[in-house]
């Protein structure tokens, strides 16, 4: 399972996500896009009145079929965007485990210098505590200057850095 933590039809962290996956050997992938998990912004009356909407089932069906699970995290305003974190909440809520103890690939991308650094520490330090698993993690600047499609990351420092994290959860899964 990967995605992009962003709704943005564009998105730099959607194409970093899918460019992981594809690297994980005969995988299956589920791409996913926030776009279609759009629900009400999250409140605990709105869940006491309606329950958990559909689509926060739907997206626990796909943790839960996930043999490993890459997010790459866009950071809006040093933190989550609120399309990720308006799910992340609802799914929280049907139960205490979100990730149920799956690998995870964290990553996170920006056009500048600081490559999302402060949403993915966030992200990590959270998803440790949280995952009795493999959280491993890499961010990666600059990226158009440092990403093709054709090439992956162009940079050679931060291509093995990225390799190493990649084997790192491709052993845990
Ligand atoms: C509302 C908003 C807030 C942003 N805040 C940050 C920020 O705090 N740090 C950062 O590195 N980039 C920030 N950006 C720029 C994003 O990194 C950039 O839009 C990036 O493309 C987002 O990833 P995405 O293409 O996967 O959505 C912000 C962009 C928007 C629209």
């Given at each position: 399972?990967?995605?992009?933590?962003?709704?943005?039809?564009?998105?730099?962290?959607?194409?970093?996500?899918?460019?992981?996956a594809?690297?994980?050997?005969?995988?299956?992938?589920?791409?996913?896009?926030?776009n279609?998990?759009?629900?009400?912004?999250?409140?605990?009356?709105?869940?006491?009145?309606?329950?958990y909407?559909?689509?926060?089932?739907?997206?626990?069906?796909?943790?839960?079929?996930?043999?490993?699970?890459?997010?790459?995290?866009?950071?809006?305003?040093?933190?989550?965007?609120?399309?990720?974190?308006?799910?992340?909440?609802?799914?929280?809520?049907?139960?205490?485990?979100?990730?149920?103890?799956?690998?995870?690939?964290?990553?996170?991308?920006?056009?500048?210098?600081?490559?999302?650094?402060?949403?993915?520490?966030?992200?990590?330090?959270?998803?440790?505590?949280?995952?009795?698993?493999?959280?491993?993690?890499?961010?990666?600047?600059?990226?158009?200057?440092?990403?093709?499609?054709?090439?992956?990351?162009?940079?050679?420092?931060?291509?093995?850095?990225?390799?190493?994290?990649?084997?790192?959860?491709?052993?845990?899964?």
């Amino acid at each position: 399972m990967a995605f992009g933590a962003s709704s943005s039809r564009e998105s730099i962290n959607k194409k970093f996500a899918s460019y992981a996956a594809r690297l994980v050997p005969d995988a299956d992938i589920d791409l996913l896009d926030l776009n279609d998990f759009e629900m009400p912004i999250f409140s605990i009356d709105r869940e006491r009145e309606s329950g958990y909407p559909d689509l926060a089932q739907k997206f626990k069906e796909y943790i839960k079929k996930a043999d490993g699970i890459i997010i790459s995290f866009a950071e809006h305003n040093g933190s989550y965007t609120a399309a990720y974190k308006n799910i992340y909440d609802w799914v929280s809520r049907i139960e205490r485990s979100v990730w149920l103890d799956k690998p995870m690939l964290l990553l996170a991308t920006s056009p500048g210098g600081r490559g999302a650094k402060t949403v993915l520490g966030m992200a990590t330090n959270s998803y440790t505590r949280a995952n009795k698993n493999t959280v491993t993690s890499f961010s990666l600047p600059f990226f158009k200057q440092n990403f093709s499609l054709e090439q992956g990351i162009i940079d050679s420092e931060l291509s093995e850095l990225f390799n190493q994290q990649l084997k790192i959860f491709l052993d845990a899964l």
